[in-house]
T-cell receptor, first 117, second 111 residues
Framework: GAVVSQHPSWVICKSGTSVKIECRSL??????MFWYRQFPKQSLMLMAT?????????EQGVEKDKFLINHASLTLSTLTVTSAHPEDSSFYIC?????????????FGSGTQLSVL | DAKTTQPTSMDCAEGRAANLPCNHS???????VYWYRQIHSQGPQYIIH???NNETNEMASLIITEDRKSSTLILPHATLRDTAVYYC????????????FGSGTRLLVRP
């Protein structure tokens, strides 16, 4: 199956700093990627839809100025958590739609565990 | 997208079939049933999807009732590595392509 690479796997940062998470589709082109967050023992919550070459679409309640999304190429989307605070500590997961096969399946990265001190 | 209801947790013995039910009584005619699973601290993994007909692949079988109001995911010979949270999702094949996850079923495969 298609591979989505997410980096870093985990990151620890100080409160007030910004953290960038990368999501790459390795063997397919992805015009659309999605960003989720997951708190311990909870389900995945969709944060935003990232569209190549255009602005991201954020779900209700997600601060677009805090969670900056850039999708500059067909294989890369980035999520930047700006001015991170301890409550932003979470597991962040990206997924990508394989444009070439009609997008019936979404493929997920392995996730990034963010800890804000 | 229609809402799904799944048991919070289930268990089965290694080597036996695991049958995971999902209720989606408000499903629309153009909504597909998808199953994903998430092993601890990893991203979700696609298992199978279907619209009306039963589907089978190398991982599992999907049985959808005739009225489409419920479905069952079958892992024919569960192994310890199948221990995970299984998510049943109904989704319209529209231009958004997004998946909205419910709470899922935590499956424990016992040795």
């Amino acid at each position: 199956g298609a591979v989505v690479s997410q980096h870093p796997s985990w990151v620890i940062c100080k409160s007030g700093t910004s953290v960038k998470i990368e999501c790459r589709s390795l063997d397919f082109q992805a015009t659309t990627m999605f960003w989720y967050r997951q708190f311990p023992k909870q389900s995945l919550m969709l944060m935003a839809t990232s569209n190549e070459g255009s602005k991201a679409t954020y779900e209700q309640g997600v601060e677009k100025d805090k969670f900056l999304i850039n999708h500059a190429s067909l294989t890369l989307s980035t999520l930047t958590v700006t001015s991170a605070h301890p409550e932003d500590s979470s597991f962040y997961i990206c997924s990508a739609r394989d444009s070439g096969t009609g997008g019936e399946k979404l493929f997920f990265g392995s996730g990034t565990q963010l800890s804000v001190l | 997208d229609a809402k799904t209801t799944q048991p919070t947790s289930m268990d089965c013995a290694e080597g036996r079939a695991a049958n995971l039910p999902c209720n989606h009584s408000t499903i629309s005619g153009n909504e597909y049933v998808y199953w994903y699973r998430q092993i601890h601290s990893q991203g979700p993994q696609y298992i199978i999807h279907g619209l009306k007909n039963n589907e089978t692949n190398e991982m599992a079988s999907l049985i959808i009732t005739e009225d489409r109001k419920s479905s069952t995911l079958i892992l024919p010979h569960a192994t310890l590595r199948d221990t995970a949270v299984y998510y049943c999702i109904v989704r319209v094949m529209d231009s958004s392509y997004k998946l909205i996850f419910g709470s899922g079923t935590r499956l424990l495969v016992r040795p």
